[in-house]
């Protein structure tokens, strides 16, 4: 449970942190938190050769209004994010979601961008972007591009991200009167989703159903064609592949969707 030795570089500006990864390419990691990247490490799942450590970087820390959006910055704290006034009043789901991940300690140290980044498929954030219809902003040598969700998240641990970039911010519309609903089922408070589901606005979006976060395209299309909650929940499942631990099975994890499914369009929250 010890990492590989790695050089250590503290950016000053994000600018500074893109030459750092021109000058170390596909060796270097990002780091803000920590609380995704250390562990991989510690079990040599990533061994990167040099950390660039970002959390000192202001421009990229904060939350703001933005006509329709909120842009929060990619190092701001999960804490941060669910104490928001702003966040609360505008977009309820990300705030209740930013509160759901792992315990305070953690909280209070990892990153909304950090946690993107990782692209876990079972993790709380990755699926409430995804539900919100939101978007990251990349920056990187040729300058700032916005990816939404839908295309950001593309294989597991994987992201739209080259080497040579970073997630400077994330975009979420602004909604707080829109019904949204959130379901995670844990064996133990703190846990990663064993399912999780968010609802938004008509979209549901899954956790731990697939190698990504992934919508519920048909539960989706059922309501667009005036189904109830419980009959677009009994598509949630479709066209999914969950895979099985001892946490459970494929089939238990096809019910445990459908069922939190419902929850959520029904605006429950747990």
């Known amino acids: 449970m010890i990492p590989a030795a790695f050089d250590y570089e503290v950016a000053d500006s994000a600018a500074h942190a893109l030459s750092l990864l021109a000058e170390h390419g596909e060796d270097a990691k990002l780091l803000a938190g920590g609380h995704s990247l250390l562990p991989?490490?510690?079990?040599?799942?990533?061994?990167?050769?040099?950390?660039?450590?970002?959390?000192?970087?202001?421009?990229?820390?904060?939350?703001?209004?933005?006509?329709?959006?909120?842009?929060?910055?990619?190092?701001?704290?999960?804490?941060?994010?669910?104490?928001?006034?702003?966040?609360?009043?505008?977009?309820?789901?990300?705030?209740?979601?930013?509160?759901?991940?792992?315990?305070?300690?953690?909280?209070?140290?990892?990153?909304?961008?950090?946690s993107l980044a990782h692209a876990d498929p079972s993790a709380d954030l990755p699926m409430t972007l995804l539900a919100?219809?939101?978007?990251?902003?990349?920056?990187?040598?040729?300058?700032?591009?916005?990816?939404?969700?839908?295309?950001?998240?593309?294989?597991?641990?994987?992201?739209?991200?080259?080497?040579?970039?970073?997630?400077?911010?994330?975009?979420?519309?602004?909604g707080g009167s829109v019904p949204w609903g959130y379901q995670k089922f844990v064996r133990r408070a703190n846990d990663w989703a064993i399912v999780g589901v968010a609802a938004y606005d008509g979209r549901v979006a899954l956790a731990s159903m697939g190698g990504t976060p992934l919508r519920a395209l048909a539960a989706e299309e059922a309501l667009r064609g005036g189904a109830s909650a419980a009959e677009a929940a009994a598509h949630a499942a479709d066209g999914t592949s969950p895979g099985y631990d001892f946490h459970a099975d494929t089939e238990y994890r096809k019910h445990l969707a459908r069922v939190l499914t419902k929850r959520a369009l029904q605006g429950e929250t747990g």
């Open 132 to 174: 919100l219809g939101g978007a990251v902003e990349i920056t990187g040598p040729a300058g700032v591009r916005t990816v939404a969700a839908d295309d950001f998240f593309v294989g597991p641990f994987e992201t739209a991200l080259s080497p040579d970039e970073l997630l400077s911010a994330v975009r979420v519309p602004r």
């Open 40 to 114: 991989m490490m510690k079990v040599r799942l990533a061994q990167p050769a040099v950390l660039v450590d970002i959390a000192r970087v202001g421009e990229l820390s904060g939350i703001r209004s933005d006509g329709g959006e909120l842009v929060i910055g990619a190092t701001t704290r999960h804490a941060d994010v669910a104490g928001s006034d702003l966040v609360r009043a505008e977009v309820p789901l990300l705030a209740y979601a930013a509160a759901q991940v792992g315990d305070p300690q953690i909280r209070h140290r990892g990153t909304i961008g950090g």
